[in-house]
């Protein structure tokens, strides 16, 4: 459980890093988090990762944070406008395709903005056309660049609108122990949105803490579970694993000093037996005993 909790934990932070590091690139501070996807079932598999890597270049030359876990999205549609057959060999099939771009809030289906472009793509099969034709949209574009900055100006004003609700929400998974979740929403929060970003910032170590301090509770508990059957290598690997800085470290620290006196004491014991019946054994070293 604490193993599940960590990597999910450092998963959300890795993807903030990430975001950051990207966004490092141009003005890190004015930059926003989007996620491509494609929602329109029409678009073969092959063509859709196409036009995602096409939205992810259009949303980073417009300021943008291209990452993949922003409830903010960018989208597409490709309606088809001619369709042509034209003969071999080899056959060729000829797409004029009206795309539309929205960038948008995920989670609540509110759109900030909108743009549309014609290209054409030709190929051997339908899905090569498809490929040709997103291949075709230029992230130079003059279209594309109102839009994303009309989309990322909604992402802003959600944020400085809606800053002590995320807060609240944010807080209240972490009172039901959902920790990453809580974590993931607070790191999204862009740096431009100044105010609610330090307020968040400053939530997410609060959420660490009670996260570090519920782990040590659980873990302590754990570990005198397996000392009471005297397990003491269990025991030993458990309390290891709890942070240094968490609220019941002390009581914890004490546990493994009586675990370590325990056990020293019973291998000296042995030793001593096993001298008196002459037998020689290889002594196990103070700190290696639970191996």
Known sequence: MKRTIIA???????????????????DDKQRVALTAVVMDDDIPQAAARQLLNKM??????????????????ITCSA???????????????????SMTFFIGDGVEGRLFSSTSVEVKGVGETPEKAYINAF???RVN????????????????????????LILTEAR?????QEYTKAIEQLTAVPAVCEECYNKAQDASVEVYKAWRDNFCRMALTKAKSAWTIHDAKTAVEI???????????????????????????????????VQQQGVQIEYKIKGNWFD
């Open 79 to 97: 309606d088809v406008l001619t369709k042509d057959i034209v003969p071999g060999p080899p056959t060729m099939h000829a797409y004029t395709l």
């Open 239 to 273: 309390l290891g694993e709890i942070p240094p800085e968490a609220e019941c470290a002390a009581e914890a620290e004490a546990l493994r000093a009586e675990i370590a006196e325990a056990v020293d004491e019973k291998a000296r014991r042995e030793w001593e037996l």
């Open 8 to 26: 999910l934990t450092m998963c959300a932070l890795c993807l903030c890093t990430q975001a950051q590091s990207q966004a490092g690139r141009l």
């Open 135 to 137: 291949k075709s949209v």
């Open 141 to 164: 574009d003059p279209a594309f660049k109102p839009f994303v900055e009309k989309g990322r100006q909604g992402i802003i004003d959600y944020y400085n609108t809606q800053c002590e």
């Open 56 to 73: 992810t270049q259009i949303v980073t030359k417009g300021g943008c944070a291209g990452i993949s876990n922003s409830r903010f999205v």
């Open 172 to 176: 209240t998974k972490a009172e039901r």
